[in-house]
Each structure stands twice: as C-alpha cells, then as structure tokens.
C-alpha cells in the first residue's frame, strides 16, 4: 500500500502535515476527510523525495533527520505494550503511526506495517531496513515470532537499547565540560597568539633591542599562527582524512582496534565496554530461546572491536565441537579474567543468563564510575595547563618591560 505525505487544515483551521496509507490519491483525501482534516495537498512519499532530491544533492536535514536510538526502544516499548494487551500486528503499528515522534521512523513503520499485510513475517519486514533496526534487533523479533513471545522480546529489546542509550548519554555528559574547556581555551589562545600578542611585541621589536629568550618564541609563535594558521587547519584537516580512509580498511581497523586495547587506562575502558555489550546481548539472545551458536554469530557483529569480534567467533567454533564457553572464550586472552570466572559459574549453575546480566552490570558501573574520576582529574589538569600557557605569555610580555625599567634607572 503506498505511503502518501500530506498537508491539511484541522477542524480549528490550523496546518498540519504527516503521513497516510491509502490504495491512492482519492482514498487518502477520503481517510483524512472522515478523522476531521480537510486535505490542502497529498502527494505520493516516494514522489516527494524525488523531488527533493533533484533540487538538491546534498542536505543537512537529511543529517538531522535520522533515527535516533532513544525512538526506537520508545517506539519498540509502546509496540510490545499494544501486543501484550491483545492487539494485533497490524493494528498496534497501526495505533503507533501518529505517536512516532521522529518523521523518518514513521515512515518506515508505515512500510513495515504494508510488508506485514502483503503477507510478509514482522522480522523480513525490519530487516529490509537495516540502517534503522540492527541484526540484533531483527533476529531477537525473528526468535520471538516463532516461541509466540513477541511481546516479551520487544520489551528486552527496549531494555536494551535504552540501558545502551543511558550509558552513552552518562557517558557524554561527563565529558561535555572539559571538552567544552578545551575548545574554549584553544579559541583564547589563539586570539592571544594572532591579535593580541603581535599588537603589544610590535613596540618591542621598534626598540631594536636583543630581546629575552621567551619573549623571541612567544614572537616566532605569534607570527607563525597569524601567518600560517590556514595551513595548520589543512594540514589537520588532510590528516583526519587520511585517518577516516585508512580506518576504514580492513587492515586499518585492526590496527585501530588492537592499538586501543593496549592503550594504558582507555584499553582497559573500551575492552570492558565491548564485554558489557557482549555480555548484555548474548543473555538476551537466550534468554529469548536463540541457540548459543545463533546468538555467538549475532553479537560478534556488534561488540564494536574486530579483536574481541574474532575471539567470539574462534569460540563459536569451539563451542561447537562441544568445548564450554567459558574455556573457548578464555583461550583468546582478550575478555577479563573477572568476566571467565562469572562465565564459568554461570555455566556450571545452569543460570548463564543471569551470570551475563551481572557481567553487564558490573562493567558498565566501573567503566561510569572510572570516567567520572578521570573527568574529575582531568578539569583541574586543563585549568593547569591554560595557566601555565597564558603565564608564559605574561612573562614574556613582561620581562622585556622589566629590562627597560633597569636601562631607565
């Protein structure tokens, strides 16, 4: 069933936009004329963006109009409370289509509900937009349709996402400050260094006197920046580039990976993240009735290190030929002792997925509670640091101020 976008007048006169299902044009007019909105223009969904792609071949809305993750585990929430208070299918994407907060998510939820009624599974229908629903999400929805636990799924589902979504968002909020000092002190620098700093040493360099050694650096400085600050943002510019590209090799990404796993403090930071991601998915997958090999080949796709993504893979192996998985994942001395040992009782006590769980728990804490003590370090650090950049500059304005006063006298 095609997918229309609308603009139309409410009951009270007011503009209002949005999307519809109907069989074409007149049926769409006839479904907004019966809910109470007097159609002003309709125009096929597909057609629009046409359009607006032949006007332009690039937007930063289209950037802006993404879907974000807190909308999904929202939307995914509201979908499993319908189902599990006995709605079908259909009918509960249905009810959830004018609640969906984000257009681009609405949209897509109206091309799944058409796939399911042309007689298509929930999980093939999601699947056909993967930029939006990761593997994950699609084969834990494929793993419910077929127990008839749907509605339970989607509530894990929504646990997931949103735990994920918090820590991130802890996570960001911490270093929103000293990433907002270090930028701000950059910028002060900077108009020191090419405005301020060569309008005061210009007097100095008319006296023709052999000047201190600081106040000469803070000069070759100052007209190094101010000459030649254009070339420092190309060159920075050029090697963010050249980063992106080799980063995006296959060769570049192990050597990314493996380079951050031997960092001192932020190895250990990303390995236990990647184990707190592994640890929370793999429970889910079984405990939703997905066979330990299934669910080995699904989160080895979404740990985030292409390391830690081939010791679960050389473990899938194992654990086939009959191994546990708690020796399998041990020979490739990648995951934390800690997290072995908890596999391993979880294993023998037959409670593998409440032992994951707690693995998940225990590593997201520590890896909030370390950032918010390196954030606490780091602050007093940065204040440092400018300070001693601005009193060098000080100094050097200072002492040739000094020397004039001696030579006065």
């Avoid at 077929?146 to 996402?161: D, F, N």
């Amino acid at each position: 069933m095609p997918v229309f976008e609308y603009t139309a007048l409410d009951a009270k006169g007011k503009n209002t936009s949005g999307i519809i299902d109907a069989d074409g044009i007149q049926a769409a007019r006839q479904k907004l004329r019966s809910s109470g909105k007097f159609p002003v223009t309709i125009r096929e969904a597909q057609e629009a963006q046409a359009k607006k792609d032949s006007r332009r071949s690039f937007s930063f809305g289209d950037w802006f109009s993404r879907v974000k993750p807190s909308h999904v585990a929202m939307t995914t929430r509201q979908l499993a409370t319908l189902i599990g208070a006995g709605f079908p299918l259909v009918s509960a994407l249905d009810a959830l289509l004018p609640q969906t907060p984000s257009y681009a998510l609405k949209r897509t939820l109206a091309r799944v509900k058409d796939l399911v009624v042309e007689g298509n599974s929930f999980a093939h229908a999601l699947s056909q937009f993967p930029g939006i629903f990761p593997p994950i999400y699609i084969n834990m929805v494929r793993a419910g349709e077929s127990s008839g636990t749907l509605e339970i799924v989607l509530e894990r589902l929504a646990e997931i996402t949103e735990k994920q979504q918090a820590l991130s968002n802890r996570i960001q909020a911490s270093l929103a400050y000293p990433v907002f000092m270090l930028f701000f002190g950059v910028v002060v620098l900077f108009i020191l260094l090419t405005y301020i700093v060569p309008t005061i040493t210009s007097i100095f360099t008319d006296m023709k006197q052999v000047l201190p050694t600081p106040t000469r650096v803070l000069i070759a400085l100052s007209s190094f920046f101010r000459d030649y600050w254009w070339m420092i943002l190309v060159l920075a510019a050029a090697g963010a580039l050249a980063v992106r590209q080799f980063h995006r090799t296959p060769k570049g990404l192990r050597w990314f990976d493996s380079t951050l796993l031997k960092l001192p403090g932020f190895g250990t930071l990303a390995r236990k993240l990647a184990v707190a991601r592994f640890s929370r998915t793999l429970g889910s997958l079984l405990e939703n009735g997905v066979t330990l090999l299934v669910a080995l080949d699904i989160v080895r796709n979404i740990v985030g290190n292409v390391l830690i993504a081939d010791t679960v893979s050389q473990a899938s192996g194992e654990v086939s030929k009959g191994k546990s998985l708690w020796l399998a994942l041990s020979e490739g001395r990648v995951f934390p002792t800690l997290s072995i040992q908890m596999i391993q009782v979880g294993e023998q006590s037959g409670e593998l997925e409440k032992m994951l769980y707690k693995i998940a728990d225990v590593f997201e804490n520590e890896v909030e509670t370390t950032i918010l003590r390196l954030t606490s370090y780091l602050e007093p650090v940065m204040i440092l640091v400018m300070g001693c950049a601005v009193g060098f500059i000080v100094l050097s304005i200072c002492l040739p101020i000094f020397e004039m006063n001696q030579l006065i006298r």
